[in-house]
């Protein structure tokens, strides 16, 4: 299957501080990226849908100016956790769709984001 | 209408043994059900996946069982291993949704010798 390649696995910053995470699609192009939080033992919580070239559609709750995304090429979304607080600790992972055109997503790695 | 209930919580199931995992969904839009597996520190992984066209879909070790009538869905393991220990994610999406995954609960098996 199509690979997802999520950098970096882990991350501690300081609260306050802004963090970055790329995505990125190996062996394909991904017009949409989809990105996620969870918590632990807990289930995945769609923040916002990437789209090239495009602004982000984020799902209700999430704040777009706390978490930026830019998805700049077909094989790149980056999210820009911004001004990060304690709260915002979690795994966060991306996705992207098959690129063969049906429905399945392909999952990164997922990042570990420590906020001190 | 969202939501996908997934049950249960946690299962321990002997080596060699069935692990069974349900979920039921009430959104009619729904026209696909993957099962994902995902390991501690790790991005989810997709199993199998069925359309409610088909009332079974077998991989392997991996069965899933679909109800229609009822909106339930079943991942069964057959011949369950310690490496099968994981976190398993039932999920559905409608092809209208532009493949946003509305995930169940999650369901914590471990498997013993």
């Known amino acids: 299957g199509a690979v997802v390649s999520q950098h970096p696995s882990w991350v501690i910053c300081k609260s306050g501080t802004s963090v970055k995470i790329e995505c990125r699609s190996l062996?394909?192009?991904?017009?949409?990226m989809f990105w996620y939080r969870q918590f632990p033992k807990q289930s995945l919580m769609l923040m916002a849908t990437s789209n090239e070239g495009s602004k982000a559609t984020y799902e209700q709750g999430v704040e777009k100016d706390k978490f930026l995304i830019n998805h700049a090429s077909l094989t790149l979304s980056t999210l820009t956790v911004t001004s990060a607080h304690p709260e915002d600790s979690s795994f966060y992972i991306c996705?992207?769709?098959?690129?063969?055109?049906?429905?399945?997503?392909?999952f990164g790695s997922g990042t570990q984001l420590s906020v001190l | 209408q969202q939501q996908v209930k997934q049950s249960p919580q946690s299962l321990i199931v002997q080596k060699g043994g069935i692990s069974i995992i349900n979920c039921a969904y009430e959104n009619t839009a729904f026209d696909y059900f993957p099962w994902y597996q995902q390991f501690p520190g790790k991005g989810p992984a997709l199993l199998i996946a069925i359309r409610p066209d088909v009332s079974e879909k077998k991989e392997g070790r991996f069965t899933i069982s679909f109800n229609k009538s009822a909106k339930q869905f079943s991942l069964h393991i057959m011949d369950s291993q310690p490496g099968d220990s994981a976190t398993y994610f039932c999920?559905?999406?409608?092809?209208?949704?532009?493949?946003?995954?509305?995930f169940g609960t999650g369901t914590q098996l471990k498997v013993e010798l």
């Open positions: 996705s992207a769709r098959d690129p063969k055109g049906n429905e399945k997503l392909f």
């Open positions: 999920a559905a999406t409608s092809g209208g949704g532009g493949n946003k995954l509305t």
């Open positions: 062996d394909f192009q991904a017009t949409t």
